[in-house]
């Protein structure tokens, strides 16, 4: 059709191109980590009738286990347990290897095997929005800096590069066409949603970079102490 035309032209710079492409993505293993958790419990539940395997992060886990949706924490996904007061919690090879290999590429099928890793099919994170939070009264540079958003940013970006092969939904506005699509395809996403949601994700990761790389230039003094 006329859409997988133009995303076929837009490929075509890339040297592998449109070969590889894995038009259908059955999810079986998901991150969800997000501060806005609207619509979140539902949206879960369909991925568990679908028998996915869930990984979150502490706050988010704590509200799929209240509404008894089971998931593995973060850290004991990753056997690392978060760090340096939460700056560290999913910058591990376990979760970008998962993300980020090429599926149908030998070599890295094979290292990810070698390290006991397994494929991850879907992102589900949305982040602070770091603009409220310069607005509260009171809130010191340093505080600002400490609510950047490194991890979950990361998660994002890696998803949305390997659109080809996972899934990436940083919008909770998407949540029921992306459940209606699971369910119209046996819990799989397809080829032209991956790419409409990694064009999304993009989007909100350059906006959130701009608001932080204007913050640090409207306070630069405050940083320049002797």
């Known amino acids: 059709d006329v859409y997988?035309?133009?995303?076929?032209?837009n490929l075509s710079a890339n040297s592998r191109g449109w070969e590889g492409v894995q038009f259908m993505t059955p999810i079986k293993r998901a991150i969800v980590s997000c501060h806005d958790?609207?619509?979140?419990?539902?949206?879960?539940?369909?991925?568990?009738?679908?028998?996915v395997e869930i990984i979150s992060t502490a706050g988010t886990l704590q509200?799929?286990?209240?509404?008894?949706?089971?998931?593995?924490?973060m850290g004991d996904f990753t056997g690392v347990e978060e760090m340096m007061d939460g700056r560290?919690?999913?910058l591990h090879a376990k979760i970008h290897a998962g993300l980020l290999g090429v599926r149908d590429n030998k070599l890295h099928a094979e290292?990810?095997?070698?390290?006991?890793?397994?494929?991850?099919?879907?992102?589900?994170?949305n982040l602070h929005p770091?603009?409220?939070?310069?607005?509260q009264p009171g809130i010191t540079?340093?505080?600002?800096?400490?609510?950047?958003?490194?991890?979950g940013m990361s998660m994002i970006r890696s998803a949305a590069k390997n659109f080809r092969y996972a899934g990436v939904v940083v919008n909770p506005e998407r949540y029921t066409a992306i459940m209606h699509e699971l369910r119209a395809h046996g819990g799989g996403l397809t080829f032209e949603t991956r790419h409409r949601l990694a064009q999304e994700a993009f989007a909100s990761a350059a906006r959130y970079d701009q608001i932080v790389a204007d913050f640090l230039k409207r306070t630069e003094l405050e940083w320049n102490h002797d």
Do not use: C
């Open 4 to 9: 997988k035309r133009q995303v076929r032209g």
């Open 37 to 51: 958790k609207t619509g979140l419990v539902e949206f879960v539940r369909v991925l568990y009738d679908f028998n």
């Open 130 to 135: 770091i603009d409220s939070l310069m607005t």
């Open 63 to 73: 509200v799929l286990e209240e509404a008894a949706l089971p998931a593995i924490n």
């Open 111 to 125: 290292q990810l095997k070698a390290h006991g890793y397994e494929w991850i099919d879907l992102v589900i994170v």
């Open 88 to 90: 560290v919690k999913s």
């Open 141 to 151: 540079p340093e505080e600002i800096i400490e609510q950047i958003d490194i991890g």
